[in-house]
Every structure is written in structure tokens, then in C-alpha cells.
């Protein structure tokens, strides 16, 4: 079974300035990583992903992950937030397995309240 | 042209109940799931089909039923609400069945509120 912690419920954080997302799962087998996010009143929009090969991931949106096996943690950084992106962000992992199909096991999620 | 749409957006009923929600996506995806949103914002997959085959199906109370038309349609179908299925039910999509981390894509939730 797979389970993902999201250190921070909220994080409060000014326009301009740099932000960063602390995720940490744990798993008894391989997993792929994600991060998505929630603006209000909407779906879920895929920010990014990590298969394998370079351990940093580029999304969209100016957002970045970095995948650390030894620490099993896959943080999400974005160098400078704007006010659009207040929106709650969830970390999601997939067992490397095609009989787990393809679910998706969630953090409790992060909100990120961009201030003027 | 909405990827993953739902209806209703917003449903308000009954405790007692039987109700469903709607699922299409226009994406040619074959698999298709059901999430549950609660209050305090977790997010926990409900089912999933793929080519109308269910291939996920988490504890969940045997009230909920979901049902699989089409490849592209995915319906939940809730017997005698109780006050905890209040939540936002997010369907989703994705390409393949599984084993290659294929991106899902989301609907915009159906907010059920249950009195």
C-alpha cells in the first residue's frame, strides 16, 4: 500500500516570492509522482509528473519538482508566485505495478494563499 | 468541447435518497474513475473502469453502484444517502489501463449536499 504526507496544510506566502511544497510518501514498491492542482471551485489540473530519468521535473506554470528516493520526497518549488496561483496543491503517487491500474493515492493537500 | 464534463454540478437532496451523477469524456480514453472529495479536501478514488470492464473498486458501500454505458460515459448511481456521502464526486479519464503513470484528466466535481 502506498501512502502520501503533505507536511503543510497552508502555506501563507507573498506575490513575488518563492514557495515551496513538502511532500513525502512511503511505499513498499516503485512509484510514479504527481502533483496537481486544485483552483477553487474547479478539477484537478496535472502540474507535473516524475517517471524516471533526471530526478528534477519541470511543469507548467513555472513549477518544479524534485524527486529524492533516498528521502522518498518529491517537493514542488516555484521561484516566484503570483496571485493566480492560490489554489490547493496535491501530491498523488501511482504504484509501478499494471495490476495496481492506474490509481492514484493522494496527500491531504496544501493550500497556498498568495498576498499582494 | 469540455474533456471531462459532469452533471449535475451542484445536487441537493435527502437523507433516504437514491440519486446519480453523469460522467462523459470526448477524449477516446479508455479508462474512466469515480473520486471522493470530503470537507477537509482529501481525495480517495472511488472506482474505476476501463472499456467498461471495472478494474478498481475500493471499500466503498455496496450503495454505490457505478455504471459503465459506453467507454465514454461513467455513471454513479447512490442508494439511500446518508449525511456522510456529502462531499465533491470528481470523475476522471485517462488513456490506457494502467502500468505507465497515464495523466489523468478531471471533471469539474458534482458537489452533493445531503440534509
Known amino acids: 500500500a502506498q501512502s502520501v504526507t503533505q507536511l503543510d496544510s497552508q502555506v501563507p506566502v507573498f506575490e513575488e516570492a518563492p514557495v515551496e511544497l513538502r511532500c513525502n510518501y512511503s511505499s513498499s514498491v516503485s512509484v510514479y509522482l504527481f502533483w496537481y492542482v486544485q483552483y477553487p471551485n474547479q478539477g484537478l489540473q496535472l502540474l507535473l509528473k516524475y517517471l524516471s530519468g533526471s530526478t528534477l521535473v519541470k511543469g507548467i506554470n513555472g513549477f518544479e519538482a524534485e524527486f529524492n528516493k533516498s528521502q522518498t520526497s518529491f517537493h514542488l518549488r516555484k521561484p516566484s508566485v503570483h496571485i493566480s496561483d492560490t489554489a490547493e496543491y496535491f501530491c498523488?503517487?501511482?504504484?509501478?505495478?499494471?495490476?495496481?491500474?492506474?490509481?492514484?493515492?493522494f496527500g491531504g493537500g496544501t493550500r497556498v494563499l498568495v498576498k499582494p | 468541447d469540455t474533456a471531462v464534463s459532469q452533471t449535475p454540478k451542484y445536487l441537493v437532496t435527502q437523507m433516504g435518497n437514491d440519486k446519480s451523477i453523469k460522467c462523459e469524456q470526448n477524449l477516446g480514453h479508455d479508462t474512466m474513475y469515480w473520486y471522493k472529495q470530503d470537507s477537509k479536501k482529501f481525495l480517495k478514488i472511488m472506482f474505476s473502469y476501463n472499456n467498461k470492464e471495472l478494474i478498481i473498486n475500493e471499500t466503498v458501500p455496496n450503495r454505490f453502484s457505478p455504471k459503465s454505458p459506453d467507454k465514454a460515459h461513467l455513471n454513479l448511481h447512490i442508494n439511500s444517502l446518508e449525511l456522510g456521502d456529502s462531499a465533491v464526486y470528481f470523475c476522471?479519464?485517462?488513456?490506457?489501463?494502467?502500468?505507465?503513470?497515464?495523466?489523468?484528466?478531471f471533471g469539474p466535481g458534482t458537489r452533493l449536499l445531503v440534509l
Open positions: 476522471a479519464s485517462s488513456q490506457g489501463r494502467g502500468g505507465h503513470a497515464e495523466t489523468q484528466y
Open positions: 498523488a503517487v501511482i504504484a509501478r505495478s499494471k495490476a495496481a491500474g492506474n490509481k492514484l493515492t
